[in-house]
């Protein structure tokens, strides 16, 4: 089935530790993007790629690094420096344009121990 | 800055009756405005997309109102069912928006009584 995967489902991090959520697609789309969603904010955008190896920064980047090595995946790391990391974090992409349907994952709900 | 604002924030209907969800932006440069349905601790599904030249779009019992130049739409749902609890988010894909991102309303949350 085409779609976008994301694990783990359910992420735990010790303070001061990095941790990296995974994205994959096998939709072909060239555009992928992470957004963090919390309570009562709706989805801001952390990162996005329209294209493999480049990159731009969204709304709250800070804390945050990515990497597109290849096509189908768009890692985000979680870093230390994220002063408030717990949430829930979706990825998404869509064919390049601007006339286009975005599609999500099931996203990954992160969580500070 | 865009902004896309989604009132009520929940709604409780009970089943068999018609749901109306609201979303409205300010800037009226959009490419396309989509809805989507998200059930708890789980992704965004795709419900309808229309772009900015439409006036609605339908898909079985949904269907998306558009009317850019007010900076609203709106999404009826038919003859609801329990299974149709849920929240439900709009989004805009603005014109001056950097990497053609999408700007998300804070979404209604909906729950259909049996």
């Known amino acids: 089935d085409g779609g976008i995967t994301q694990s783990p489902k359910y992420l735990f991090r010790k303070e001061g530790q990095n941790v990296t959520l995974s994205c994959e697609q096998n939709l072909n789309h060239d555009a992928m993007y992470w957004y963090r969603q919390d309570p009562g904010q709706g989805l801001r955008l952390i990162y996005y790629?329209?294209?493999?190896?480049?990159?731009q920064k969204g709304d709250i980047a800070e804390g945050y690094s990515v990497s597109r090595e290849k096509k189908e995946s768009f890692p985000l790391t979680v870093t230390s420096a994220q002063k408030n990391p717990t949430a829930f974090y979706l990825c998404?992409?869509?064919?390049?344009?601007?006339?286009?349907?975005?599609?999500f994952g099931q996203g990954t709900r992160l969580t500070v121990v | 800055k865009q902004e896309v604002t989604q009132i009520p924030a929940a709604l409780s209907v009970p089943e068999g009756e018609n749901l109306v969800l609201n979303c409205s932006f300010t800037?009226?440069?959009?490419?396309?405005l989509q809805w989507f349905r998200q059930d708890p601790g789980k992704g965004l599904t795709s419900l309808l997309l229309i772009q900015s030249s439409q006036r609605e779009q339908t898909s079985g019992r949904l269907n998306a109102s558009l009317d850019k130049s007010s900076g609203r739409s709106t999404l009826y749902i038919a003859a609801s069912q329990p299974g149709d609890s849920a929240t439900y988010l709009c989004?805009?894909?603005?014109?001056?928006?950097?990497?053609?991102?999408?700007?998300f309303g804070g979404g209604t949350r909906v729950l259909v009584k049996p």
């Open positions: 800037d009226s440069a959009i490419y396309n």
């Open positions: 790629s329209q294209i493999v190896n480049d990159f």
């Open positions: 989004a805009v894909r603005g014109i001056k928006a950097a990497g053609n991102k999408l700007t």
């Open positions: 998404a992409s869509s064919v390049q344009g601007a006339n286009t349907e975005a599609f």
